[in-house]
């Protein structure tokens, strides 16, 4: 993946895609595991009070060094409120569609982002110009109206409004990806996620109080909180802090990019937990999917 300022392959990027691809293959599958015990608001409010307690050491250290860069809390004001929109439509979905299906869908960010950052940054302009990159974008907007299209219960209510829900949580995270970009340029990835976390468990823990059932949490068993820890560690923790890194070296276009064969690994686990398939139909409009984001960001690799 190429820096900003060169044309080699960033290898810290890399590895940063790669660790964030990772951990967030295996968080779906724990949500969609604890939509059996608590409401999504519930959930979302336990799972990122975990995350923001395992950053809370690392920004106080860095807070009492005098290591927290200037203006830190500020900026991470509209990220972390795109943070909420994002991560409560996310949680929602899981309560009327399966892991992979969803994931699949919610690929279309990649369609926001791209728009965004052709408006807000400079740098990614010289892309209008590319037809490898709208021929990408193409293929990805008609794949993931392939892989909606061709699910067998398409028109069941409960599907449609997963799939309304999954859309809009898609839109969400390129706005949240283009804030924290904007608003992060110049900010530790660690210090910036741990402040952000804190705004994010204060708006999930007052929705939480409002519309979930916050007190079915004491009933669960043991499980159900391994299921909060692992999704809250994996899916939250580290994955934010890996994906802000690699926005930070190369931009935000290429990460999400690659980062659209995360459905696949979802779909290889979800198939041995849930059983859940993709049929043939799916898979080729997955496939189209992803052979335009390689188009796309092929012609990113490819900026004079």
């Not at 009070?49 to 860095?62: D, E, K, R, S």
């Not at 993709?278 to 984001?293: C, D, E, K, M, Y």
Request: hydrophobic share 55%; glycine share 8%.
């Amino acid at each position: 993946m190429k820096s900003p300022n060169g044309r080699k392959i960033d290898a810290g990027a890399t590895l940063a895609v790669i660790a964030a691809m990772v951990c967030w293959s295996v968080g779906p599958i724990f949500i969609k595991l604890l939509t059996a015990s608590v409401d999504s608001w519930t959930q979302n409010l336990l799972r990122y009070l975990v995350a923001c307690f395992f950053w809370l050491p690392f920004m106080i250290f860095n807070w009492r060094r005098g290591r927290l860069e200037s203006g830190i809390w500020r900026k991470a004001v509209l990220p972390a409120a795109a943070n909420i929109v994002m991560q409560c439509l996310w949680a929602a979905a899981y309560y009327y569609i399966d892991p992979a299906f969803m994931y699949l869908l919610s690929k279309s960010t990649i369609i926001w982002i791209a728009g965004f950052s052709l408006i807000f940054f400079a740098d990614e302009r010289a892309l209008i110009r590319s037809a490898r990159f709208w021929l990408g974008m193409v293929m990805s907007v008609g794949g993931v109206i392939g892989i909606m299209v061709f699910k067998k219960d398409f028109t069941a209510a409960g599907t449609l409004t997963g799939i309304v829900i999954t859309l809009l949580s898609g839109a969400a995270w390129a706005v949240y990806t283009i804030l924290v970009r904007i608003f992060f340029r110049d900010i530790d990835s660690r210090n910036g996620f741990s402040v952000m976390s804190i705004y994010t468990t204060a708006g999930l823990g007052t929705l939480a109080l409002i519309f979930g059932r916050v007190q079915d949490s004491f009933s669960m068993g043991a499980a159900p909180w391994v299921y909060v820890a692992v999704s809250a560690l994996m899916s939250i923790a580290f994955s934010h802090v890996l994906y802000y890194a690699a926005i930070r070296r190369i931009g935000a276009t290429i990460p999400s990019l690659a980062l659209l064969a995360t459905p696949f690994l979802v779909l290889a686990i979800s198939y041995v937990v849930f059983g859940e398939t993709l049929n043939a139909f799916q898979w080729v409009s997955g496939i189209i999917l992803l052979s335009g984001s390689g188009l796309a960001v092929w012609a990113q690799e490819h900026l004079g």
